[in-house]
């Protein structure tokens, strides 16, 4: 916005240019976190398999967790191999989601470093070349597109295929763990917050950014964790809560999505 000095008068032509700026910026930006939210929501989307019954959370806005996880992991898995190679395009074309991805990147501190559930992998060539980086992923073409998008990059990070819930590392291993988007599409919550936290090194931290409610209760960003993600399939916990249980110390910043998308710092109390 132009700001007149005192004896000088507005600059008119330089405040409309600018508001105009203003204004073509902000509706773009809109534009672009409502394409996003959407894309988001359908990465996440899941078929209906395993979402029935399973046990009620207290809160009654919070997703109910899979009766059967396996069938719920089953039916997002192939769709993630259907579509990998459309993701990964997407994802390199959304400058929302990069924007919210890259919210990570000043929180990653190595040596070693672990990203779960990595999917393409743009994260991981934002920063692997600066540590000694671990990446899991549960869907194998998406590990491949992630490999094709490290070695584009010149970049090495020792990638393999497994599950969350079973991380195939000791306990204390990473200085950062990174999940991006990925916890609100895993079946059972508290099992990956457990895992998780056991993987950090004490005094680590683990860096989650993924979907929750925003805290000032706004209608547009309620509206669209209600009504956009959870019906794709999203499975939306109080994930400060399911961190503490595990023992993490935790912060909780809203980076977009009218306050529905979060990042949560969590760090494991040094020993
Ligand atoms: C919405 S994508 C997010 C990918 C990437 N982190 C990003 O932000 O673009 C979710 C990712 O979680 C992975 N995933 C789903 N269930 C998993 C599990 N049980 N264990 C490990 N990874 C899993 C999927 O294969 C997929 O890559």
Redesign the pocket.
Known sequence: MAVARQGQAPLNHGKINRCAAGAVFDTATWVGEAAGLVV?GY??LSAEDGKMAGVAPDDPRYSTEPADPQAY?TA??RL?TRFARL?DIV?KASPV?RR??GHALPAIRGPRVL?????????LTRYAGRNRTDG????PA?VAVARRNLARAGLQARLRQ????ALPYPDASFDTV?????F????DGAA?AAELARVLKPGGRLVL?DIGFPRDGNRLGNTLVQHLWKPFGDLVRDVPALLSEVGLDVTDDEIGGWGSVHRYLATKPAA
Not at 115 to 123: A, I, P
Not at 162 to 165: I, L, N, P, T
Not at 178 to 182: E, G, L
């Open positions: 988001v990465g996440g992991t997002n898995d993630y993701y994802v989601w919210w991805l990203e779960v559930s990595f999917g393409t992998g743009w994260l899991i992923d549960l869907n998406l497994g599950r969350v819930e990174v999940n991006t988007m990925a609100t599409g895993y079946p990956a950014i």
